[in-house]
């Protein structure tokens, strides 16, 4: 596996510490005590990733989405994925390799995994995404992430962290939320760590005590010019001025640049990420997950939200990541969703073994990290089938579920349903979680997901919905 030198490290450093904002929002102490963890990891499923290409196929029915032969039943569990031939196919003129099947993610965590089926309010990428994140604004407009780190990120030097794209990169709407919940920018997880100290790492650094005499000289500087003058009761430049003046030496003096280093060829955390993500420095998506793991681990964050993107990826001669991601299904539907869904649940896969091999704050007494924690597949929308056939076109569909996964779920489980008939899904009944095929009061949409996904992270706001069916007491 090439490594990248040391210059390139700190080269796109630069660039990365500049982007990733790391005195704009993050980075905002906070007094008291916070609650006991939990994890929120977001993957955004860019695109639209549809629910009846992946954990809940059309089996029966005049919209049968697979031929029989192509789906596999999942011992002692109600589900049943696509499986395609183990050889590589092509998609789009590439050669794209088959070597993760959604089969080995179920026999491994299906008892921490659901699908909640749900009609979404939005065919828009932008706004589809948003709504997807935000619970259609249920929550005054704060998204997953954010409420999750205004429960749990008390403290922490970076409780929201961000790798997505597009409008699962963005803010929610709430005005009032503290600073310290917003996302923080993360561009290049392989290089972010160098962002958070100034001269380590660097050949011939000044010392410390130089650094520190730069620092007071130029906040004197500061003082006697007329913008700053004008500028310093801004908020965005006030609180700027906060971090840096309060809570630099501390991020440095935390050693973190060690604690993310995603380059290093030694130590405990290096050799049992690697084992879990061979492909961090030539994968993005493998390194946003390396990251997301060291950044909960280590304390420092308890939002991630991490994306496969949408450009083309080929490794070691073979396609990894779809142009546009799901919506490439637009021209080639049956192996753009098979791709995208087999690199998403592969993702999860390796994150959850590494969340199960943790202790919460190394402390065997607390359990391991994935006890607490909670994935979220999150998409725009579903896709319709102009031509069931293989390598058909789709568009754009309200019709779709979500994938979640966690211990603090009942899981196994399948809520809700698909018309074989029809292809559309429905609802079920949030006491019981039986199905309600017949019952268009029973379907769930934006607003239900975002609601059980804080009901199941202990997160109360006003107007939430509670499913007692899918959430362990």
Known sequence: MEKPSRRQFLKTAAISSLGSGLSLNGLQAQTGSRAPARYLFVIAANGGGDITESLLPI??????????????????SPFVVPVLPEAAFTLMQARFANN?????????????TVVMTQTNSSVNHNVAAARALTGDDINRGQTLMEAASLKYGQGLALPNCSMANGHYLLHGSDGGLPNFARSETVIDPLTFGFSTHAIKGV???????SINFARGLRADLEKSSPIFQKLKNHETLAHYLENRQTLINSIEKGDYLDKLN????SGADYQKILAAFPGITSDPLQAQAALAFLLAKNNLSCALTISPGGQFLQLNGAGTNVATGFDLSHTNHRETQYVMWNRIMRTADALIDLLKSQDVDNDPAQGKMWDRSLIFIATEFGRTRFQPARGGASGHNLNNGSILISPLLKGNTIYGGV???????????????????????????????????CQALGISFEGRRDIPAMVKA
């Open 59 to 76: 089996v029966s029915g005049g919209a049968l989405s697979f031929p029989v032969a192509e789906l596999r039943s999942i011992a002692n």
């Open 100 to 112: 993760y099947q959604m089969a080995t993610f179920l026999t491994k965590h299906k008892t921490d």
């Open 203 to 209: 050949n011939r650094a000044p010392s410390q005590e």
């Open 262 to 265: 995603l380059s290093q060829s």
């Open 419 to 453: 018309n074989g008939a029809t292809g559309a899904t429905f609802g079920f009944d949030r006491v019981t979680g039986a199905p309600r095929p017949n019952d268009p009061a029973a379907t769930m949409n934006e607003k239900d997901v975002y609601s059980v996904i």
